[in-house]
C-alpha cells in the first residue's frame, strides 16, 4: 500500500533573486511496511525533503515550496497552521538527528512524551502518561515507568535516542522518519538502535525512511534507496541492486569513497573530485557533470530525468554506466609502511587523569573516575596514531592533557620535548601554534556569529600570520568550498560544510600535529574521503603527525599508520595498524572490527551481499 | 543541598571581612576633618580636640578598626556622631522604604518586562516587535533623575493624580504607601524592565532555534504550549541572570530616585552620611546593602538549580 507519494517536490530559500534551490524536484514514494534509505551528500536536501513532510521548513517568504505531498491518501501541500499539527505526530513522526539536542533538557520524558500524546487525543494527564511508558516500552528503554520522572542528560547517548524514538511513536504515526539516528552514537549502540527501529517497522507496520551517509547502513537495513544529488533523486530502487550494479555515476562514485576494512591499508580513497554544485546556481544540465568521470557533452545541456534502467531501477543519467567494473581510482598511492625514527613530535608516559568524585557539605574526594589511567603512547612526525574506543572510553580526555585543557594527574605529556604542563614562555606560542584540534560537531565548534572568513582569520591574527582574503580562499579551497563562502555565518551551512570549515581553520597555522577528535565522523562519504586524503597529502607534504581519535576503524584504515586500541581509560592494545587489522589479540579490538563495514562477519544477512559485492 | 547552602554562606564570612577592611579604609581617605563638619568650622580646636577623644579618632587605625568590626561581630554596629543614635535602629528605620521600592522595581520587571519580552519575540520583526524594543532602549537611555522629573509634572503636577514626593509607611496608611511608591518604582524599575525585556526577546528567540523546539512542533503541539513551556523556561536562566546583575545598578538607581521624591531610605541615608562625614552610618548601612547583594547572588544560584534539573548543588 502506498503510504507517502512525493512529487516534483521543490523547496527554495533565500530572496527571489538569488534563491537556494534545496530540494529541486524530487520524487519518492515509500509503502507501509517499507524502509526507504536516503543517502546522499551534506547539503543534498535530505534534511529538508523529510522537513517538508512535517511542514516543518520556514514559513513563506523565507522559504517556498511547489509540488504534492500525499501522505496517507491526504494531501499535505496547502495545509493551514491546525491542518499541519493534527499530521504532525500522528499521521508522520521524526527522530532527529542529534539525541542530545532534540529532547527539551529542561522537561522530563515523561512530560515530553505525555505532552505530545495529549497534542492529539483528549485523554487524561494520567492516561498520557501510561502511553508514554507504553512508547518507552516499544523503544526498548529499560525500567520505562522510572523513566518518566527523568530528565535527558540523565540518560546515555543511546537511551536518549531511544527516548527520542519513544516520543515519535507514543502518537502512533503511519510513517516514521529517523534522520541520521545513529550518527552521534557508538558502533554498538548503533547496531542496537538500528535494530529496533527494524522490529518497530515490522510490528507496527510503518513506513520507514530511514536518512543516512553510511552505506553500511543502507545494506543492512533498506529495502530500497534514493540517491540524493544536489536536491534531487539521481537513482533509486531495491537496495541490493542499487548497491550491487549502480548505474549512476554519483552512486558508483559514493561506494567506492566508503571506507572499507577489505580496503588495502593507507591507500588513497576514491574520492569525488571537485565541490558539491553550489545550489544558488545550478547548470542547466545534469549537475554532476562538473566531476562526472564519464560526462559527455550533451550532460552539460540537457537534464537527465529519472528513468528505468533495470526493473525497479530508475537513474538520471545520459551515461549510464552498467557492469560491475569499479570506478577509476584517484592516483592510489600506498606509502611504505616505514618504521620511524628520530624524536617523537609528542609523547605521553604513564599518563593518568582522574576525576575526584565529591560528595558531602564539605565536598570531600569519597572516589576518583579514572578517566586515563596509566597511557603511554609515542607519535612520530609523518605519522598517523588512531586512537579507537568507544565514548566513555578516555580518547578524549587522554587528547585533553594534550591540548593542556586538563592537568595529568600523572605521568607525564610532552611536545616536541617541551613538558606541556610547564612550558616557557616561547614554548607556549609554539605549543598554540603547532598543535591544532578538529572536533567532532561542527555546531558547537564554530562560533555562530562571526562569519567563516572571521572564524578562519582568528587564529592567523592571534600567532601574526598573514590573514588575506586570499589566504582564508586558500584555506577553503583545500577543503573544497568556494570562496564566496568568507561572507557567510555558519548557520548558512549543512553540517558536513561546517565540518569542513573547521578543517581550515585548522590548517590555518601551518601546525605540526593536528588532533581530530571524530574529526570525519559526521561527514557523508565522499567529503569523508575527501578530507581524509587532504589530510594525507598535507601529511606527506609538511611532515605532519596526526592523532587520530575514532571509534570507527573502517575510517581510519586508509590513513592510520599506528593504532591504539582504548577501553575504560586504558589501552588494550597497540600496534602497526597491518598487524591489529590482520591479527587483533585483544577481544574488544576483534568485536570493534567486527562492527566495521567491509568485515565478513556483516556478510550474515542476505542484503549485505550486494553491497559487499 | 543543605550542605551546599552551610558552605557557600560559610564563603560570605571572608567576602565580608574583605569588604569591611576596604569599606573602612576608603572612608578614612576622605579628605576633611569629621570633626569639624559635626561641629562647624567656628568650633574651636580644644572643642574638637575633645570630640576626637570622644569618637575614639585618637587612637591608631587598625584600633579603630578592631573596635569597629568587633561590635560588628556582636551586632552592635556603632552610635552616629551626629545624632549619637545606635546605627542598627537608624538603618531598621530606613530599609524598609528601600526594600519596598526594589521589590516593587522587580515585580514591576517580572510582570512586564517578561510577558514584553515574549511579546516581541513572538511578534519578532513587526511593528509590536518594533515599538517594545524601542521603548526599551527609550527607557535604557532616559537618566533617572530626568525620568523622575517628567513624571512628576505629568502625573503629580499636571493630572494631579499623585502627590510629588513624601513617605509614609505601609503599616500606617497602605493606600497612601503605594500611591506615593508608584512613581519612585517606575523611575527605579524603568531600566530593569527594559533589561529584562532585552533578555527575554533575545533567550526566547535562541531558545525558539533550538532543535528540541523542532522536535516539540513534530510531534504536533500547540505554538502556545511550545512558545510557553517549551521554549520560556529554557530562556529564563539567563534572564535570572541579567536580573540579578541588575540589583547593583538598582543601589545606584535608588540613591537617585530617593533623594528626588525625598524617601528616607538607604540611598539617602549613605549620601547625607558621606556628606556629613557620620562614618559609622555609612559602614554600617554600606555593610548591609552588600551582604544584601551577596545573599541575592545566593538566591539566584539556587534559582539556577531550580530552574535546571542538571544544576545540581
Ligand atoms: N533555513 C535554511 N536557510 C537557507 N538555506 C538552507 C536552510 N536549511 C537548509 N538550507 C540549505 O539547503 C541545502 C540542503 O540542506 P539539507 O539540510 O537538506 O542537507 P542534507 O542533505 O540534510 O545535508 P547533511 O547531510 O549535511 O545533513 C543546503 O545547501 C543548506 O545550506
Ligand atoms: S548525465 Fe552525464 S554528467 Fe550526469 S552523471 Fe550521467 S554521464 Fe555524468
Ligand atoms: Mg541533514
Not at chain 1, 201 to 211: A, P, S, T, V
Request: proline residues 7%; charged residues 20%; hydrophobic residues 45%.
Amino acid at each position: 500500500m502506498r503510504l507517502l507519494d512525493i512529487e516534483h517536490l521543490t523547496v527554495t530559500f533565500g530572496a527571489p533573486q538569488r534563491p537556494v534551490h534545496a530540494v529541486a524536484g524530487v520524487d519518492l514514494h515509500v509503502d507501509a511496511g517499507e524502509t526507504l534509505a536516503v543517502v546522499g551528500e551534506s547539503g543534498s536536501g535530505k534534511t529538508v525533503t523529510a522537513l517538508s513532510v512535517l511542514g516543518l521548513t520556514p514559513r513563506p517568504p523565507a522559504c517556498r515550496t511547489t509540488g504534492g505531498i500525499r501522505l496517507a491518501g491526504t494531501e499535505l501541500t496547502g495545509l493551514d497552521a491546525r491542518g499541519w499539527r493534527a499530521v504532525r505526530g500522528r499521521d508522520v513522526a521524526m527522530v532527529f538527528q542529534d539525541p542530545s539536542a532534540a529532547l527539551n533538557p529542561l522537561l522530563t520524558l515523561g512530560t515530553q512524551i505525555a505532552d505530545a500524546v495529549r497534542a492529539h487525543e483528549p485523554v487524561s494527564r494520567a492516561a498520557a502518561r501510561e502511553r508514554a511508558v507504553a512508547a518507552l516500552e516499544l523503544a526498548r528503554l529499560p525500567d520505562p515507568r522510572t523513566r518518566l520522572a527523568q530528565y535527558p542528560h540523565q540518560l546515555s547517548g543511546g537511551m536518549r535516542q531511544r527516548a527520542a524514538i519513544a516520543l515519535a511513536l507514543a502518537t502512533g504515526p503511519k510513517l516514521l522518519i529517523a534522520d541520521e539516528p545513529t550518527t552521534a552514537l557508538d558502533v554498538a549502540v548503533q547496531a542496537e538502535i538500528l535494530e529496533t527501529l527494524d522490529s518497530l517497522r515490522r510490528d507496527l507496520g510503518m513506513g520507514l525512511i530511514l536518512i543516512t551517509h553510511d552505506l553500511g547502513t543502507v545494506a543492512t537495513h533498506a529495502d530500497r534507496v534514493a540517491v540524493m544529488y544536489a536536491g534531487r533523486v539521481v537513482e533509486t530502487g531495491p537496495t541490493a541492486q542499487v548497491l550491487g550494479d549502480p548505474r549512476m555515476p554519483y552512486t558508483r562514485a559514493l561506494l567506492a569513497a566508503t571506507p572499507r576494512l577489505d580496503a588495502p591499508a593507507r591507500q588513497r580513497l576514491a574520492a569525488i573530485g571537485g565541490q558539491p554544485p553550489d545550489l544558488r546556481e545550478l547548470p542547466p544540465g545534469c549537475a554532476f557533470a562538473p566531476r562526472c568521470p564519464v560526462v559527455l557533452d550533451i550532460c552539460h545541456e540537457r537534464r537527465p530525468a529519472l528513468e528505468p534502467h533495470a526493473p525497479d531501477q530508475l537513474a538520471a543519467c545520459l551515461n549510464p554506466v552498467t557492469g560491475p567494473a569499479p570506478v577509476e581510482i584517484t592516483a592510489p598511492d600506498a606509502d611504505p609502511a616505514t618504521t620511524p625514527d628520530g624524536p617523537p613530535v609528542a609523547e605521553f608516559d604513564d599518563v593518568a587523569l582522574h576525576y575526584p568524585v565529591r560528595r558531602g557539605a564539605l565536598r570531600r574526594v569519597v572516589d576518583h573516575v579514572r578517566a586515563v589511567d596509566g597511557v603511554s603512547l609515542r607519535l612520530h612526525p609523518g605519522r598517523t596514531l588512531a586512537l579507537v574506543g568507544e565514548s566513555g572510553s578516555g580518547k578524549t580526555s587522554l587528547t585533553r592533557t594534550l591540548l593542556r585543557l586538563e592537568r595529568p594527574t600523572g605521568g607525564t605529556v610532552r611536545y616536541a620535548g617541551i613538558d606541556v604542563t610547564r612550558p616557557g614562555r616561547g614554548e607556549l606560542r609554539r605549543l598554540q601554534r603547532e598543535v591544532q584540534v578538529v572536533f567532532q560537531n561542527p555546531y558547537a565548534s564554530l562560533d555562530p556569529r562571526m562569519t567563516v572568513g572571521q572564524i578562519l582569520a582568528e587564529p592567523l591574527r592571534v600567532h601574526g600570520l598573514d590573514d588575506s582574503r586570499a589566504e582564508l580562499a586558500r584555506l577553503l579551497d583545500q577543503v573544497g568550498l568556494d570562496a564566496a563562502a568568507l561572507d557567510r555565518h555558519p548557520a548558512a551551512f549543512s553540517g558536513g560544510q561546517r565540518q569542513r570549515i573547521a578543517v581550515a581553520r585548522a590548517l590555518g597555522p601551518r601546525p605540526r600535529l593536528i588532533v581530530c577528535d571524530e574529526a570525519v565522523s559526521a561527514l557523508d562519504v565522499s567529503i569523508q574521503a575527501q578530507v581524509l586524503n587532504l589530510l594525507a597529502d598535507l601529511q606527506r607534504e609538511h611532515d605532519l603527525a596526526y592523532l587520530f581519535i575514532t571509534h570507527d576503524l573502517a575510517v581510519v584504515r586508509s590513513v592510520a599508520h599506528d593504532i591504539a586500541v582504548m577501553r575504560h581509560g586504558r589501552i588494550v592494545e597497540q600496534g602497526p595498524a597491518e598487524r591489529i587489522y590482520d591479527r587483533p589479540t585483544h577481544e574488544y579490538t576483534r568485536l570493534l572490527l567486527e562492527m566495521a563495514p567491509g568485515h565478513p562477519a556483516q556478510a550474515r544477512t542476505g542484503r549485505t551481499a550486494a553491497w559487499s559485492r | 543541598m543543605i550542605g551546599y547552602l552551610v558552605r557557600r554562606i560559610a564563603q560570605l564570612i571572608p567576602v565580608l571581612f574583605i569588604v569591611s577592611v576596604v569599606l573602612f579604609l576608603l572612608l578614612r581617605l576622605l579628605p576633611g576633618d569629621p570633626t569639624a563638619e559635626i561641629l562647624g568650622q567656628e568650633a574651636s580646636a580644644a572643642d574638637r580636640a575633645a570630640l576626637r577623644a570622644d569618637l575614639g579618632l585618637d587612637a591608631p587605625l587598625w584600633q579603630q578598626f578592631l573596635d569597629w568590626i568587633g561590635g560588628v561581630l556582636t551586632g552592635d554596629l556603632g552610635r552616629s556622631w551626629l545624632t549619637d543614635e545606635p546605627v542598627a535602629s537608624v538603618i531598621v528605620d530606613r530599609l524598609p522604604a528601600t526594600v519596598e521600592l526594589g521589590l516593587i522595581a522587580l515585580l514591576l520587571a517580572v510582570a512586564i518586562g517578561i510577558p514584553a519580552g515574549v511579546l516581541a519575540a513572538v511578534r519578532r520583526r513587526t511593528a509590536t516587535d518594533s515599538a517594545l524594543t524601542g521603548l526599551g532602549v527609550l527607557a535604557l537611555s532616559t537618566p533617572h533623575f530626568y525620568l523622575a522629573a517628567l513624571l512628576i509634572g505629568v502625573f503629580a503636577i499636571w493630572l494631579r493624580l499623585v502627590p510629588p514626593s513624601g513617605y509614609v509607611a505601609f503599616t500606617e496608611d497602605p493606600v497612601g504607601n503605594l500611591v506615593r511608591m508608584v512613581l519612585p518604582a517606575v523611575t527605579v524599575g524603568s531600566t530593569v524592565v527594559a533589561v529584562v525585556l532585552r533578555q527575554t526577546r533575545g533567550s526566547l528567540l535562541a531558545a525558539l532555534g533550538e532543535d528540541y523546539i523542532r522536535t516539540a512542533e513534530a510531534t504536533g503541539l500547540r505554538r502556545r504550549r511550545i512558545v510557553t513551556v517549551y521554549a520560556l523556561r529554557n530562556a529564563m536562566v539567563p534572564v535570572v541572570t541579567v536580573t540579578a546583575l541588575q540589583i547593583g545598578a538598582l543601589m545606584s538607581a535608588t540613591v537617585v530616585t530617593e533623594t528626588i521624591f525625598t524617601l528616607p531610605g538607604m540611598g539617602t541615608l549613605i549620601v547625607n552620611g558621606i556628606f556629613s562625614r557620620d562614618l559609622p552610618v555609612v559602614q554600617g548601612a554600606v555593610l548591609v546593602v552588600v551582604t544584601f547583594v551577596l545573599l541575592v547572588n545566593l538566591v539566584t544560584d539556587l534559582v539556577y538549580a531550580w530552574l535546571d534539573p542538571r544544576i545540581t548543588y
